[in-house]
């Protein structure tokens, strides 16, 4: 999930495994303390982002490098405001396009 501010920019992620790794330390906790967790506690800060300027390549290899399933975009490298995501289905999708048509074998 991705985690904006007031204004909209991203200032954080929260994955599943961030999630599951919560709720094995909340079991510990008390209820009060519980209570008082926040999003900001349990995200990822400064997390890897693209904009919508970069090229859906440079976006592949980022995420291959990374093994991400997903990844945040922003509307460009100094306005931060979050526009969505992309996932890598989508990503192959996009790239295989781009790609020369290869010809069946004859």
Do not use: Q
């Amino acid at each position: 999930f991705c985690v904006v501010d007031d204004k909209g920019a991203l200032t954080g992620v929260l994955t599943r495994t961030d999630l599951l790794n919560a709720g094995e330390a909340l079991a510990t906790m008390t209820h009060e303390r519980r209570g008082a967790i926040t999003v900001g506690e349990l995200m990822a800060h400064n997390p890897l982002w693209v904009s919508i300027e970069d090229s859906p390549l440079l976006v592949a290899e980022m995420m291959r490098e990374r093994s991400l399933k997903r990844i945040p975009v922003v509307k460009s490298l100094h306005d931060r405001s979050l526009v969505g995501y992309v996932r890598l289905e989508s990503l192959m999708g996009t790239v295989l396009e781009r790609l020369p048509k290869l010809s069946p074998p004859v």
